[in-house]
């Protein structure tokens, strides 16, 4: 029962951290060039993508790695690196949609 009530607060916590995030970065595109915020994000969004991957890709390559500290902390993170890599997408998207309409 704890742990249900844990993943609720944990996914309440990354729906608002998004929501703000998308608030966030869209005031930030009208102040500054979105296009070269939006790259950014791409750019954040990848290396945070790159960075999920990363250890099962090391563990199958490097089986002697298995016990390194970085690529198990890597393992224990990966699902809310992923979020971070989504949400940083998204706002990359929203924000060259954005700009794509309001050029259009």
């Known amino acids: 029962m704890d742990t249900k009530i844990l993943q609720n607060k944990q996914s309440l916590l990354f729906l608002i951290l998004g929501v703000t995030s998308y608030i966030i970065f869209i005031l930030l595109a009208r102040y500054c060039k979105p296009l070269t915020l939006a790259n950014l994000l791409g750019c954040l969004a990848f290396i945070a993508y790159i960075t999920t991957l990363a250890p099962s890709m090391f563990r199958a390559i490097f089986p002697n790695m298995r016990g390194n500290k970085i690529l198990i902390l890597l393992l224990k993170k990966r699902r809310d690196i992923g979020i971070i890599s989504y949400i940083l997408a998204s ?13 259009f």
């Open 91 to 103: 706002n990359h998207a929203l924000i060259m949609a954005v700009e794509k309409i309001l050029t």
